[in-house]
């Protein structure tokens, strides 16, 4: 018992310091824990502004696709009226052409010189449009 009095004296000044050693120890790991906490909270707020930031962008971008996949439509069904327009007038052409070679015909090939068959005057024609969008003279 001695010896461990004798120790404790002797060794109460190593003891102190070894206290005040594991008391830095543990405040310096909370302070190191406390700034990793903050880091992370600030982590996972930035994350969340741009998850914000992201959904906001990807809602302008369906907007625009849903007006251009509009637009792609109007443009899609105005071709196709068009082409439709554009077949009718081919085939009315082509009867005038018809009609105009077979008038031709039967002027015996032959009018005042002309050599073309669409240069060749005749009376007007009556042309009248059908519901069905075929031309008829």
């Not at 102190?16 to 824990?33: F, G, I, L, P």
């Not at 302008?60 to 251009?68: A, G, N, Q, T, Y």
Request: proline fraction near 2%; include cysteine.
């Amino acid at each position: 018992m001695v010896l461990r009095l004798l120790a404790g004296v002797g060794s109460s000044g190593s003891e102190t310091s070894v206290d005040e050693k594991k008391r830095r120890r543990m405040n310096s790991n909370r302070e190191s824990a406390r700034r990793s906490r903050m880091k992370k909270q600030k982590h996972l707020q930035d994350l969340i502004a741009e998850m914000g930031r992201l959904e906001r962008e990807r809602r302008e971008m369906l907007s625009i696709c849903d007006d251009k996949t509009k637009g792609h439509l109007i443009l899609e069904a105005e071709n196709g009226a068009l082409l439709a327009e554009k077949a009718a007038l081919a085939g009315y052409l082509g009867h005038l052409e018809a009609l105009m070679i077979r008038k031709f015909k039967e002027a015996g090939g032959q009018c005042s010189g002309v050599q073309e068959p669409w240069q060749v005057h005749y009376p007007p024609l009556h042309v009248a449009a059908s519901n069905t969008g075929v031309f008829r003279i």
